[in-house]
């Protein structure tokens, strides 16, 4: 009887049969399952085009360890090929040196795990802290303003404003750091205050007030420093610190002079020192 099996007529072993193969299905994907090869990626050029960053630049910025070092092409390893990543890594350290960081922060900001301050943390602060600060923003005056402002006053004093910053020459016109300060100093002197009087009082202010302008930034950093990940908010230390600039720093000042002149009317001999 045939058992379904085959065997040959030199007595070899006898094979099972073989199903035939299943229908093709017409339907079925042709999609191999072998992953895309990967995208070779920019040359140097094509990074420079995409990021608005010089070659140079870029050059430069890998040497100092900023960017990641590029791949090599597997065809040609003179060629470095660039990444969608190092767009995205440009376009950061130029933002922020925009915001006035230098090479040293931006690399501190960049390194993992150096700095204690993540690099969203500190674009969300930094978004937070800038702004008008001084109630008088600077501005550009021509000459005509100018001469209007120092109408009344005596010869000289335009060059004595310029000396204490007061006003800063910008070719044909002048930068007004501080109007209001300006207005305020000219408005004493064209009253008869002595201008070398009026500039000394500032300079003195600006001298104690510099101290403790710093001081009260080491304190927000270290406060700031401490709350991070603790329930802290950033948001409410920067508002917190405005009024210190403005209503707490008049009333601290004005409680100290108010302390000062009591103590020159208590000496009745100091106003006759010579």
């Known amino acids: 009887m045939d058992t379904g099996t085959i065997g040959g007529e030199d007595g070899a072993m006898p094979r099972r049969a073989s199903a035939p193969p299943p229908p093709e299905d017409p339907t079925a994907s042709t999609t191999t399952t072998d992953a895309d090869p990967p995208e070779p990626g ?10 608005g960053v010089s070659p140079r630049t870029i ?94 006053t005596p010869p000289g004093t335009q060059a004595q404003l310029e000396d204490a910053g007061l006003l800063t020459r910008q ?44 001081a009260l930034i080491d304190l927000f950093v270290d406060t700031l420093r401490d709350g991070f990940g603790q329930g802290s908010d950033p948001a409410a230390l920067v508002d917190a610190l405005r009024p210190v600039a403005g209503d707490a720093a008049r009333m601290i ?6 302390r000062a002149i009591d103590a020159l009317l208590a000496d009745t001999k100091r106003l006759g020192r010579r």
């Open 42 to 51: 920019l040359t140097l050029e094509e990074l420079a085009e995409a990021s």
């Open 59 to 152: 050059r430069y910025y890998q040497a100092e360890k900023l960017l990641p070092k590029p791949r090599r092409d597997p065809d040609d390893a003179r060629v470095a090929r660039y990444q969608p990543s190092h767009v995205e890594r440009l376009r950061l350290i130029g933002e922020l040196r925009d915001r006035g960081l230098k090479l040293p922060a931006v690399r501190a900001l960049l390194a993992e795990g150096g700095a204690n301050v993540s690099i969203g943390d500190w674009l969300g602060l930094d978004e937070r802290l800038r702004g008008p600060w001084a109630t008088d923003l600077p501005r550009i005056a021509d000459r005509h303003e100018v001469a209007a402002t120092l109408a009344g």
């Open 171 to 214: 070719g044909g016109a002048w930068l007004l750091p501080n109007p209001a300060l300006l207005d305020l100093t000219v408005g004493l002197i064209r009253d008869g205050v002595p201008a070398d009087a009026v500039l000394e009082a500032g300079a003195i202010l600006q001298r104690h007030l510099r101290p403790a302008a710093d």
């Open 253 to 258: 000042f004005g409680q100290q002079l108010q």
